[in-house]
């Protein structure tokens, strides 16, 4: 292994075992699945790619966490633990468990709708969060960076909100039209991109100017201050748990998907710093959506693997790691010549479909048609970020135009080695010599929430 990327900082104590179909199979399980990847069964998938949400692989603390795990509907001592660790992290006051991030969305979210035709802003909504934003009678609205879409050239923190965008905004809407600003920490839909500390102390500077509140949508927080140490003056010499508290200071809430930076498979997060008021409609809500607030959804012993997993996520070894097995597969294809999102982010390499095929209209859908070339090359898994997963317009229903239409390369934590990343990069290298080839899709049937998860499609 070239020692320019960091060996796994963990041996391997249990394996499972990963079946291989052949090409001819996959043509035949891909047409089953209505050519969309989500619907694939796991056995058929040999490197599965599709998501780093709850697909990581758990410590033995965390396995031993388990065993003592309380089980009580309310008040367990499984509950505390957890509310003592999210605290230590962020500083706030109050803290409910939901039992992913998703439902820590639908909780959260709509408090701040106080009347028709209000607004979140954002660096960039992802795909459940601009879900959530609509059905809580709001519209969502992004102020990323410009550098965010330069896809070719180096930019220490292409996840950054555009300030002057925000501003402009907030002005242009008027600020009692704005129900809060979320700052999504790394940027997902931008190619997981980090975003500054500086970037995150300003645009606090601006919702206090106006009286909004400030949302980490954070996800890979912890990935996110990794690279602040790395890019950022000032902070090399903190820790990630020093960079973390930091930048929640910034912030007046918290949402988390923790099946990412928790390091679990299941569970999620609101904390909030210091409005009871929020805090009790949170939890009024909380309870019809999700369960009583001492453990919103999630077993005791999921709270406790969570409370383990949070702080080996602020690990620098483990972080380090993480952030160059991506790299690693960013290089490679970068080499080789296939367009990605450069330099690549802290969770995925996300390849710019728009430049690997730009014979595929956007309504077409050019990512998933990499997407489902790579998986009948090679099985392996991968998910669209484009104009398939932006949707329609809530208000004129026509297929909205991604400016970026990727493909995200997701990888789990603690779960693949370099070689299977070899495994990857030989497959997509195939696929975008064989670009021409490619072709369109249509919908065959087309959900109306979220419609990427479940609508199938017949190729064109």
Not at 49 to 64: C, F, I, K, R, V
Not at 294 to 319: F, H, I, K, P, S
Request: net charge neutral; with cysteine.
């Amino acid at each position: 292994m070239n020692k320019k990327y960091m060996a796994e900082p963990y041996r391997i104590k249990m394996v499972e075992p990963i079946r291989e179909t052949t090409k001819e199979e996959r043509i035949t399980l891909l047409k089953n699945a209505g050519y969309n990847p989500f619907s694939l069964k796991s056995d058929d998938v040999y490197i599965d790619l599709l998501t780093d949400s709850g697909t990581g692989a758990m410590s033995q603390e965390q396995w031993a966490a388990m065993m003592i795990g309380d089980e009580a509907y309310a008040g367990s001592r499984s509950f505390y633990r957890l509310e003592a660790v999210v605290k230590q992290i962020t500083g706030y006051k109050y803290f409910i468990p939901v039992h992913q991030g998703r439902g820590a969305e639908k909780v959260f979210l709509p408090q701040l709708v106080t009347h028709p035709g209000m607004f979140y802003l954002a660096n960039i909504h992802f795909d459940t969060t601009r879900a959530h934003v609509e059905l809580a009678g709001a519209r969502a609205l992004d102020c990323v960076v410009p550098e965010c879409y330069d896809i070719e050239h180096w930019h220490d923190f292409k996840g950054n909100m555009c300030l002057e965008c925000l501003e402009k905004t907030i002005l242009e809407k008027g600020k009692q039209n704005i129900a809060g600003v979320i700052m999504t920490v790394t940027n997902n839909s931008a190619g997981g991109q980090p975003v500054s500390m500086r970037n995150i102390k300003e645009t606090k500077k601006i919702c206090q100017k106006y009286g909004l509140t400030l949302i980490i949508d954070g996800a890979r927080y912890a990935e996110n201050c990794f690279f602040i140490k790395e890019r950022e003056k000032g902070y090399e010499s903190k820790t990630i748990l020093e960079i973390a508290q930091e930048m929640f200071s910034y912030a007046d809430a918290f949402l988390m998907s923790a099946k990412k930076d928790g390091l679990v498979n299941m569970g999620g997060i609101i904390a909030i710093k210091d409005d009871q008021k929020l805090f009790d409609q949170c939890r009024t809500y909380v309870v019809p959506y999700e369960g009583f607030p001492t453990y919103g959804g999630l077993n005791g012993r999921d709270m406790d693997a969570l409370a383990v997993g949070l702080m080996e996520a602020l690990d620098e070894r483990y972080l380090r790691h993480r952030i160059d097995q991506v790299r690693y597969l960013g290089d490679r294809l970068h080499e080789a010549g296939v367009p990605i999102q450069y330099p690549v982010g802290g969770h995925a390499v996300f390849v710019d479909c728009k430049a690997f095929c730009p014979h595929i209209p956007y309504d077409q859908f050019p990512a998933l048609s990499v997407t489902n070339a790579i998986y009948i090359e090679a099985g392996v898994r991968a998910v669209e970020i484009g104009s398939l997963l932006l949707g329609r317009d809530p208000d004129t229903h026509k297929n909205r135009e991604s400016k970026m239409e990727l493909m995200r390369l997701t990888i789990p934590r603690r779960l693949y080695t370099y070689n299977h990343l070899d495994v990857v990069a030989d497959a997509v290298i195939h696929v975008y010599q064989h670009r021409h080839e490619l072709k369109g899709y249509a919908f065959d049937y087309e959900s109306n929430i979220l419609r990427h998860f479940t609508s199938t499609f017949k190729p064109l």
